[in-house]
């Protein structure tokens, strides 16, 4: 079982930058794929961006790649999103989640545990 706590949301301006963390529970958690999925206003949830249990490898939406970064401490239980240029579009509830399976998935169903959301707001 796996507990999952996100926090760091909030409002910016675009062309800011936001770092949002995830801090987990569960003596696993090394073993963990882990990934940020976010929820905007009238969407369905999307794929973010992935880490492999021991970070050996990142995976990225599109809409991410070059902005945000995606790392874990195994140490802490941590799992971070460093967001940068954000953009009006950027605007959703973001969620980070646990995956058991080996690989890097991105699609939501792949993924066993998930935490509250914490809200990213970005104004134009």
């Known amino acids: 079982q796996v507990q999952l706590v996100e926090s760091g949301g909030g409002l910016v301006q675009a062309g800011g930058s936001l770092r949002l963390s995830c801090a987990a529970s569960?003596?696993?958690?090394?073993?963990?794929?882990m990934g940020w999925f976010r929820q905007g206003p009238g969407k369905e949830r999307e794929f973010v961006a992935a880490?492999?249990?021991?970070?050996?490898?990142?995976d990225y939406a599109d809409s991410a790649k070059g902005r945000f970064t995606i790392s874990r401490d195994n140490a802490k239980r941590m799992v971070f999103l460093q967001m940068n240029s954000l953009k009006p579009e950027d605007t959703a509830a973001y969620y980070c989640?646990?995956?058991?399976?080996?690989?890097?998935?991105?699609?939501?169903?792949?993924?066993?545990?998930w935490g509250q959301g914490t809200q990213v707001t970005v104004s134009s």
């Open positions: 569960g003596r696993t958690f090394s073993g963990y794929t």
């Open positions: 989640a646990a995956s058991s399976r080996g690989n890097v998935p991105t699609r939501s169903f792949d993924y066993d545990y």
């Open positions: 880490i492999r249990s021991w970070g050996a490898g990142t």
